[in-house]
């Protein structure tokens, strides 16, 4: 009986072993994916750019925030894009809605108010798009680029299709991460959440036409077709 206690611990012990390997085989595949979807920028015009909020200070857009924003309008001038979508909520701490705080810094470097599309109820990335994706229905846009960190942009985008949207990646061209070390610690946590994105769904049929899941849109994974459509306003 000691005997065979002692194989089935060495079988239990090198299952384990096999398994920690292949996970950190198919995590290291993920880490590179995103590493070279950071490069890749698709520079054909769209009919708007989505940028993906992050966070504000007071009422304006923190550093990181403010590459995405800029990138956005450059665009918009470039004509590159008709319109810019900004996506993100209220903070806990935050004095204004991130997608209000971008609009502002918008106009301001003329952009048209009537080329601005907000949503004010986001908070992840998946929400950001959730939200996004209904402007766009709304408005009848078709093409579009997903503005935000290169090392966000690869998930970002998949989440972006997932969800019907013909999307297509556009990096800043610039970063507030500028350090190996913020860079390195950027590049573990975005790969890690891509890793759950993949996982989750493989749960879950994120390419679901024209059928409403409740159970999945309450948790952001999918748009919800009872929003009011009407809070959707240029600028607003």
Partial sequence: MVLVGAVMRFRWSRAAWGLLVLVLVWYSFLLVQVCIGSFV?????????????????????????????????????????????????????????????????????????????????????CENLREAKGIVDQQGFRRVLVVSDPLHIKRAVIIARDLGLDAYPSPTPTSRYRTWKSKLGFLLRETYFYACYLLRR???????????????????????????????????
């Fill in 41 to 125: 920028s698709d520079s054909s015009p769209a009919d708007a750019a989505i940028v993906l909020g992050a966070a504000v200070w007071g009422s304006y857009p923190s550093p990181v925030f403010e590459e995405r924003i800029k990138h956005a309008i450059s665009l918009y001038h470039a004509g590159d894009v008709q319109a810019i979508i900004f996506t993100g909520g209220l903070g806990e701490s935050d004095q204004v809605a991130e997608s209000e705080a971008a609009k502002e810094y918008a106009i301001t470097r003329g952009v048209s108010v009537e080329h601005i599309y907000c949503e004010a109820v986001s908070k992840t990335t």
């Fill in 202 to 236: 493989s749960f879950i049929d994120y390419r679901v036409r024209g059928r409403y899941q409740p159970e999945i849109a309450s948790q952001g994974w999918l748009p919800d077709p009872s929003l009011n459509q009407t809070a959707f306003q240029p600028g607003g």
